[in-house]
């Protein structure tokens, strides 16, 4: 077990001009309730419309620094983050409670977000010029100005520096509101960043969603990126919509994993899907959701998914370093899942538990939750039919492969998939028919990301990319300057007046 502070900590709201606190929200330890981990101190809609206030302040000047000093600066914020693994990641386990390996890597994540920010960034935000025939064309990637990040609780600081790498190297100025879930280890890191940069360029406010509406709807925002759940997502829209602020939005997902006629169910394969579906108490937007096998594989698959998930899930404290699923967040979320699976049972469900538990682990002193396995659903139960964000996943028989991409596409959301095969070939060629924003090959989850890889949703999961160069480019905006042929070379007002693109 790893040794740490009890002691509770406090996180402030910082931006230039220092917003003043109105009260504070209180973190408590998942897995031992009774534990209070500190409080985020919280500002009203003035003080936020203030912040974005002095972010536009703060903007014009670090806009006008050439891209290389502001990838310079990003470069020395990276190091920063990193420094602060050892203390933020018990932090992160003890608020949010999520395993403590995947917490430290979570700092290690924003630093490599950073660099390669900052590789992608002398290519991607460059002027280009022509000149020629056609006359004299230039087209500048500029910033946005003020862009607002809402951020969700399950992967607080990745989520954070998602958008806040590509803003800032973009030459913007970025205030991120953090879930009051997860709000202490996220601020603390966000503080070591912003401690790099000129006073304003990265803020951070803390507060309810009369908070975040101010700062989505402040006529000096210029763009919001947001993360989150799609009924909050609505209200953000409702937000911006007024002043016609763009957004960035990454939703929710019922992700499916297709295992196809051949797919391995070897042990490696089988704890790749194990961890893809239950990676931080399944509280993740792409976990693996729903598992579509072959009827004839159906019993060989179960028995294979339950002994893995016996090997690798084991529930306990997450600051024990032999943990490898930590409980709930809440107590609501923890709920939520529970009427799923009691949902499911009454429905005529067959509910495996798997994994086993700590031996120190009390689960009644916090909001632990078995992971289960349910088969003999239909596809309008709720586990199946609704996003459950938690540790209980179905596994449904399907009797061809056209039918098991239909169901598969059965869904509002389309955030990310996968494709199980021994045939690589094959896989994609599935994959391509999948209704999603990612699909993933032979693995999912965490283990099938990439930071060159543009991620992000379709249907109702979304709209806008994150990661690589087209989650950078979502912070620039074109501005072309253009002196075309026909009025350099002399011709008549009614000539060049008259003239259509392309025209000779």
Not at 39 to 45: I, L
Not at 145 to 152: D, E, H, K, N, R
């Amino acid at each position: 077990r790893i040794a740490v502070n009890p002691a509770p900590v406090e996180a402030a709201s910082f931006g230039a001009g220092g917003p003043t606190a109105v009260g504070r929200v209180e973190r408590v330890n998942p897995a031992r309730t009774s534990e209070v981990v500190g409080w985020a101190a919280t500002v009203d809609p003035a003080g936020a419309a203030a912040l974005v206030t002095a972010a536009d302040a703060a903007h014009r000047a670090w806009a006008a620094r050439a891209p290389e000093d502001r990838c310079a600066l990003l470069l020395e914020a990276a190091d920063a983050v990193a420094a602060t693994t050892d203390d933020l990641g018990p932090l992160l386990a003890r608020e949010l409670g999520k395993v403590v390996a995947d917490c430290r890597g979570e700092m290690g994540f924003a630093a490599a977000c950073l660099r390669h920010t900052v590789e992608l960034a002398p290519e991607v935000l460059a002027t280009t010029e022509v000149d020629d025939g056609a006359g004299r064309l230039r087209v500048e990637r500029v910033p946005f100005g003020v862009v607002v990040a809402i951020v969700p609780w399950n992967a607080p600081l990745i989520l954070s520096i998602l958008k806040v790498a590509p803003a800032l190297a973009a030459g913007n100025a970025v205030v991120v509101k953090p879930s009051p879930l997860a709000p202490l280890a996220v601020t603390r890191a966000l503080a070591a960043i912003a401690a790099r940069l000129p006073d304003g360029v990265l803020s951070v406010v803390h507060g309810d969603g009369d908070v975040g509406g101010a700062l989505v709807a402040h006529p000096l925002t210029r763009k919001v990126a947001f993360t989150g759940g799609g009924a909050t997502a609505a209200h953000v829209a409702a937000a911006a919509a007024p002043l016609l602020t763009p957004l960035v939005m990454e939703l929710g997902g019922n992700d499916p994993a297709v295992f196809l006629d051949d797919a391995h169910l070897g042990d490696g394969v089988m704890e790749r899907a194990v961890f893809g579906a239950f990676l931080t108490s399944g509280q993740v937007c792409m976990a693996a959701k729903r598992f579509y096998v072959p009827r004839a594989r159906l019993g060989e698959f179960v028995e294979a998914f339950t002994a893995a998930a016996a090997r690798v899930l084991v529930v306990g404290d997450p600051l024990d370093e032999h943990v490898t699923m930590g409980p709930m967040v809440s107590a609501a979320q923890r709920d939520h899942v529970v009427r799923l699976v009691d949902d499911a049972r009454d429905r005529g469900g067959e509910v495996r538990t798997l994994g086993r538990v700590a031996a120190a682990c009390d689960l009644d002193a916090g909001w632990f939750l078995r992971p289960t396995l349910v088969t003999g659903l239909d596809d309008d139960a709720a586990l199946v039919s609704e996003e459950q964000f938690g540790p209980s996943v179905p596994v449904l028989p399907y009797d061809s492969l056209d039918e098991a991409v239909a169901r598969a596409n059965d869904s509002e959301l389309g955030l990310a998939s996968s494709v199980w095969s021994a045939d690589e070939d094959r896989a994609f060629a599935v994959a391509s028919r999948l209704e999603a924003g990612m699909t993933f090959v032979n693995c999912h989850n965490r283990t099938g990301m990439s930071l060159r890889a543009p991620f992000g949703g379709v249907k109702r999961s979304g709209y806008g990319r994150e990661f690589g160069a087209a989650g950078l480019e979502e912070y620039v905006q074109t501005h072309a300057v253009h002196a075309p042929a026909a009025v350099r070379a002399g011709s008549g007002v009614t000539a060049a007046a008259n003239a259509y693109p392309g025209q000779t």
